[in-house]
């Protein structure tokens, strides 16, 4: 069997692995299995073709982790609009506990509200951010 066949073979079985795990960074090894395997197609020695698998292989890895890194992370699921009704709904806070908490009537039944960290606690109309637990995660408008 020629290299460039065990090349393409080693690929295409990397990519039936990302496709069952889900690791974006296994089609970047791939990659490098492909630069291989075009080695040997152009006749480089198996050195060279084990160099150029690795050289793009690790490129490629490298640049998709500092390209994840620089993009925001998704919201959490407690934070998002779509999955809970609450965030973005506006309470009244009339006054705050020495704990940093609250009870606050919303739809019909008494919460907890707490304040976002940082956030000094304040008096007047607040906006839900965060579900945490039972627990209404507010901040001032």
Do not use: C
């Not at 690795?54 to 993009?71: I, L």
């Amino acid at each position: 069997m020629e290299a460039s066949t065990i090349w393409w073979l080693a690929a295409g079985a990397v990519v039936v692995a990302e496709l069952l795990t889900g690791t974006f960074y296994l089609l970047m090894v791939a990659l490098g299995l492909v630069a291989a395997a075009l080695a040997a197609h152009m006749g480089l020695s198996a050195a060279m073709q084990i160099v150029a698998a690795a050289a793009v292989g690790g490129v490629a890895v490298v640049g998709w982790y500092h390209h994840k890194k620089k993009r925001p992370e998704d919201p959490s699921a407690r934070a998002d609009r779509s999955v809970n009704l609450d965030v973005g709904e506006t309470i009244l806070i009339s006054e705050w506990s020495s704990d940093g908490t609250t009870q606050v009537k919303y739809r019909g039944a008494s919460w907890t509200a707490i304040h976002r960290p940082g956030v000094a606690p304040t008096t007047g109309m607040h906006k839900v951010v965060e579900l945490v637990g039972n627990r209404l995660l507010v901040e001032p408008l």
